[in-house]
Nanobody
Framework: QVQLVVSGGGSVQPGGSLRLSCAAD????????LTWFRQGPGKEREGVGA????????IYSDSVKGRFTIDQDDYSNTLYLKMSSLKPEDTAMYYC?????????????????????????WSPGTQVTVSS
């Protein structure tokens, strides 16, 4: 069983920045596809970005490319989503999802990473609100 602990949501003005964290246990973190999803009001859940810890492979959705950055901290087994130049349309509940080894490498690939059905483990959501 994989447990994911998410933190870092909040409210920010347009143009501001926030950082979300997703922590997992050490064994899982060695080789797992970790993906950030979000669901805004009245919208479908969408993939924001994926990260495969085994190879540092990173994929971003077009809507956040150049504004959001995903990186990892091996010491704390934590994945970060650094969000900058935030827009009101980034307002959503954000989730971290995991697809552990041996399927994780396949999940973290084009055409699969943003399919929520690829993931068995989900964190609780954390709210991000961008408003003036």
């Amino acid at each position: 069983q994989v447990q994911l602990v998410v933190s870092g949501g909040g409210s920010v003005q347009p143009g501001g920045s926030l950082r979300l964290s997703c922590a997992a246990d050490a064994d899982t973190f060695r080789s797992v596809c970790l993906t950030w999803f979000r669901q805004g009001p009245g919208k479908e859940r969408e993939g924001v970005g994926a990260y495969y810890t085994g190879t540092f492979r990173t994929i971003y959705s077009d809507s956040v490319k150049g504004r959001f950055t995903i990186d990892q901290d091996d010491y704390s087994n934590t994945l970060y989503l650094k969000m900058s130049s935030l827009k009101p349309e980034d307002t959503a509940m954000y989730y971290c999802a995991a697809s552990p080894s041996p399927l994780g490498s396949r999940t973290c690939s084009a055409g699969r990473w943003d399919d929520s059905n690829e993931y068995n483990f989900w964190s609780p959501g954390t709210q991000v609100t961008v408003s003036s």
